[in-house]
């Protein structure tokens, strides 16, 4: 694990091993240069939400064998990009947000405050 920080200041915790996330497969929400839709909210995902992000074009829920991801169910934690996170916030269905989980360079993209409305344990 990297020396990452999450929103509150402290190490970055990991967000989920099952179903394997994170830009790097690692299970931790950090990013690099490479990472261009920084993958750094780190979420539980709900029905609404995923219906939503297939809407916009991105089907999370369906499996992809070929690239070992197995499709997202609600209540799976998942590293989601920043615009994808704040674009569900202001269409009203923002899925709950790990603070803990979750690197400190969202900040850069969405306000603190945004996200303490949808945190949960």
């Not at 923002?94 to 409305?117: D, F, K, Y």
Request: glycine share 10%; aromatic share 8%; net charge negative.
């Amino acid at each position: 694990m990297s020396r990452s920080k999450n929103v509150s200041g402290g190490p970055l915790k990991e967000c989920c091993s099952d179903p394997m996330t994170g830009f790097f497969r690692d299970g931790s929400c950090r990013t690099c240069p490479e990472d261009l839709g920084a993958h750094v909210v780190c979420t539980e995902v709900t029905e609404e939400f995923l219906r939503f992000s297939r809407a916009r074009g991105n089907d999370l829920s369906t499996p992809v064998p070929a690239y070992g991801f197995p499709g997202l169910r609600p209540g799976d934690r998942w590293c989601l990009c920043a615009a994808r996170w704040k674009e569900a916030y202001d269409a009203g269905c923002a899925p709950p947000v790990i603070l803990g989980a979750t690197e400190e360079s969202v900040l850069e993209h969405i306000p603190l405050g945004e996200l303490q409305e949808h945190a949960t344990a």
